[in-house]
DNA sequence: GCCAACGTTGGC
DNA sequence: GCCAACGTTGGC
């Protein structure tokens, strides 16, 4: 099993908006970078777990945690000639690009990302590196962990 | 709003 | 295949 981060705008989607949904189980639809893509559709199993992490926001951070529903298939936003995720360049015969579905394991607090930076166990993350913008990440099994030591801990920040 | 970093596009 | 121009991301 394999552990990730993935980026959502609040303002788009946020961890709120994923308790309120049906079965609280959503497409991570709207990918339209290769390398995010490939992730998802070539290295994510389901079952897999991943941090939700609000960017481009007031107060950006790890936000909740998610888990992999059902594993990577044709993004159904490439389609819509009238969405603004709409690919002319895809079709049903050869789509570009796949989504999975991400299921709510637990809203956590906000992990700000100045609090990460703090950590120097994480240093290597690679949300944390300068100039990152991938939306989605693999995170390194003991930097997974050790976030979760800092979840699961009752000190005060 | 600014700007650094990065990805994509398209001319050659 | 190179690379300049352009667009996007995302923190501040």
Redesign the pocket.
Known sequence: MRHWLM?S?PSEFSIDDLAHAKHQIVPWFGV????ARNFMWRQMSLGDLAFFYH???PE?GIAGIVSICRPAYADETQFDPDGKYYDPKASREAPRWFNVDVHLVKKTRLIS??EL?SYPQLAGMRVL???????ITPVDPREWAFIQSRLNSHDVR
């Open positions: 980026k705008e339209r970078n290769y390398q960017s481009s926001c950006p990302l100045a930076r590196q300068r100039g990152n913008r991938l939306s």
